[in-house]
T-cell receptor, first 113, second 115 residues
Framework: GDSVTQMEGPVTLSEEAFLTINCTYT??????LFWYVQYPGEGLQLLLK?????DKGSNKGFEATYRKETTSFHLEKGSVQVSDSAVYFC????????????FGSGTRLSIRP | EAGVAQSPRYKIIEKRQSVAFWCNPI?????LYWYQQILGQGPKLLIQ????????DSQLPKDRFSAERLKGVDSTLKIQPAKLEDSAVYLC?????????????FGPGTRLLVL
């Protein structure tokens, strides 16, 4: 079945460092790919998405490119801030009459000043 | 635009007791989901509604969990009786499809602790 694998955390970086959180997927069709973020005490928020190969999703300085050849959707940010501290979830969805999102296990990111 | 509303935000009960959670989706969103998120894991789908009909409840432990969505708007999720392993955050989401791509919007969740 479909699945998402993302790098284990926690990831701890200094402010202004470069961030990469790896995500790979397994799917039978052509899924849409998502990154969700969960700030402390809050619900999941959609961060960015990409719906087809080579699409780049971007938001709040974060980017991820849908790579079909490597089945990956790595999350990157050039300069992280303390406010980026959260748990990040990679996810996929295959559109069908009974579509559902499959989430990775999440990566906790902590940014120190 | 108002987001997905959930209540209560926190609940502490003893095992074998019953508990119910409520969700009000974003207006106009036909699809509603309930997820269970155990600490340190990603959300796991429990049940999906399309309007007031169930689309997928294959991962819902039906011996103790039940859910309904009367009138195709609000939804309730019930656990009866609760077990220790039900301690988790219960997330409700509603979704919108644009150009064939579905995007889910999540509520803040209800954090359940079973003692």
């Amino acid at each position: 079945g479909d699945s998402v694998t993302q790098m284990e955390g926690p990831v701890t970086l200094s402010e202004e460092a470069f961030l990469t959180i790896n995500c790979t997927y397994t799917a039978t069709g052509y899924p849409s790919l998502f990154w969700y973020v969960q700030y402390p005490g809050e619900g999941l928020q959609l961060l960015l998405k990409a719906t087809k190969a080579d699409d780049k999703g971007s938001n709040k300085g974060f980017e991820a490119t849908y790579r079909k050849e490597t089945t990956s959707f790595h999350l990157e940010k050039g300069s992280v801030q303390v406010s980026d501290s959260a748990v990040y979830f990679c996810a996929l969805s295959e559109w069908s009459s009974a579509s559902k999102i499959i989430f990775g296990s999440g990566t906790r990111l902590s940014i120190r000043p | 635009e108002a987001g997905v509303a959930q209540s209560p935000r926190y609940k502490i009960i003893e095992k074998r007791q019953s508990v119910a959670f409520w969700c009000n989706p974003i207006s106009g969103h036909a699809t509603l989901y309930w997820y269970q998120q155990i600490l340190g894991q990603g959300p796991k789908l429990l049940i999906q509604f399309q309007n007031n009909g169930v689309v997928d409840d294959s991962q819902l432990p039906k011996d103790r969990f039940s859910a309904e969505r009367l009138k195709g708007v609000d939804s309730t999720l019930k656990i009866q009786p609760a077990k220790l392993e039900d301690s988790a955050v219960y997330l409700c989401a509603s979704s919108l499809v644009v150009a064939g791509v579905e995007t889910q919007y999540f509520g803040p969740g209800t954090r359940l602790l079973v003692l």
